[in-house]
C-alpha cells in the first residue's frame, strides 16, 4: 500500500441520526456535503466581515512562503474594513503589494518586519484570554452568532470550540493532529485537504503533534525515506461543505481561494480524560502524557547499559508495546 493515494468519502443530506449511529463509529474522514449552515456562505463577504468586526482585535500569523511552518506573528490593532482588504485579500490582488504592506505592518508597531510579496497571511481566532479562554465564535464575534447555525453531531455538553478562520490564497498549513473531534465548515472559497490514518504516524516524522515533512506533494525522500508509505486521503472542500476530521487524524490544508471557515471541535473521550488547562484542544489525553513521561524514564534508565544491551531491550520493550497496546483490529 506505499504511496496509497485514497479519495475521502462524499455524502449527500446526512441527518444526526444517521451520523451519530451509522458513521461517527468508523471514526472515518468524511465530506457531508448539504448541511443546512445557515446564511454565513453568502453573507460572509469581505466587506460585511469587515463591518461586523468592527475595531475588534485579532491575531494573524505571516509567513513569507506559503507552506506555513509558524514563523512569525503579527498583532494587529483592529480588524476594521481596511485592514481586512489590505491584511488578507490584497494576497489575491497584488497591485502595489509590498509598499502597502510595508505601511500596513509598521502601521501596527512591526517597525521589523520583514515583508515580501509573497507573504501569506492566516487568522485564527482565540478566546478572550488565550491562556484561560477557549475560542468561540459565538462569544468572540456575537454578529456573526445568528448567521451560521453548527451541524448538530455532537451533544452539547461534548462542545470544546468553534474556531473561526480567514486564509490568504496558496497558504498550506502544517500536517498535524488534534486530541478532539473537528467538524471543519469552508464557509466561503475552496480548500484542498490531505489527510493520514492516525495508523501512519510512523511515516510522518513527528515533532510533537506535527510533521516535519513540510512538502507534502513533493517531499525530500532522501531525508524523509518513509512517507512515501503513508496513505495519503484526500479531498476538495467548496462553500458549504463541511469535513469531518476524527481526532488524531492527520491533516494537512490548503487554502487554494481566499477563504473563511469555522472548525468546530468536540470531545470524544469524557472530558476527564483532557488536559484541563487546553485551551487550545492540542495537549495530548493526560493519561498519554502520563505514559509518555514513564517513557522518558525508562529510556534514560536503558542509557545506564552499554550500547549492545541498551539495543536489545529497547526492542524487546518496543515488541511489548506492539503486543499489549497496538490495536489488533484492521482499518
Known sequence: MAGQHLPVTRLEGVSREQFM?????????????????????????????????????????????????????????????????????????????????IKDISSYGHQRA?????????????????????????????????DIKFPEFFKEEQFFSSVFRISSPGLQLWTHYDVMDNLLIQVTGKKRVVLFSPRDAQYLYLKGTKSEVLNIDNPDLAKYPLFSKARRYECSLEAGDVLFIPALWFHNVISEEFGVGV????????????????????????????????????????????????????????????????????E
Not at 502595489?96 to 504592506?101: G, K, S, T, V, W
Not at 478572550?128 to 479562554?133: C, G, L, S, T, V
Request: glycine share 4%; charged share 30%.
Open 263 to 330: 472548525n468546530i471541535f468536540w470531545k470524544h473521550l469524557p472530558s476527564e480524560c483532557y488536559d484541563k488547562t487546553d485551551t487550545y484542544g492540542n495537549k495530548d489525553p493526560t493519561a498519554a502524557s502520563r505514559a509518555a513521561q514513564i517513557l522518558d524514564r525508562a529510556l534514560k534508565t536503558l542509557a545506564e547499559l552499554p550500547e549492545e544491551y541498551r539495543d536489545f531491550y529497547a526492542r524487546r520493550m518496543v515488541l511489548h508495546i506492539q503486543d499489549k497496546a497496538y490495536s489488533k483490529n484492521s
Open 114 to 146: 520583514l515583508v515580501e510579496r509573497d507573504e501569506k497571511y492566516y487568522l485564527r481566532s482565540l478566546g478572550e484570554d488565550p491562556r484561560k479562554d477557549v475560542a468561540d465564535i459565538r462569544k468572540q464575534f456575537p454578529l456573526l452568532k445568528e
Open 21 to 101: 449511529q451509522h458513521l461517527y463509529p468508523q471514526r472515518k474522514p468524511l465530506v457531508l456535503e448539504g448541511i443546512d449552515l445557515g446564511p454565513c456562505a453568502s453573507k460572509w463577504t469581505v466587506d460585511y466581515l469587515s463591518q461586523v468586526g468592527g475595531k475588534k482585535e485579532v491575531k494573524i500569523h505571516v509567513a513569507a512562503v506559503a507552506q506555513m511552518d509558524f514563523i512569525k506573528l503579527y498583532l494587529l490593532t483592529s480588524w476594521s474594513r481596511g485592514q481586512l482588504k489590505r491584511s488578507i485579500k490584497n494576497s489575491l490582488f497584488q497591485s502595489h503589494y509590498h509598499e502597502q504592506h
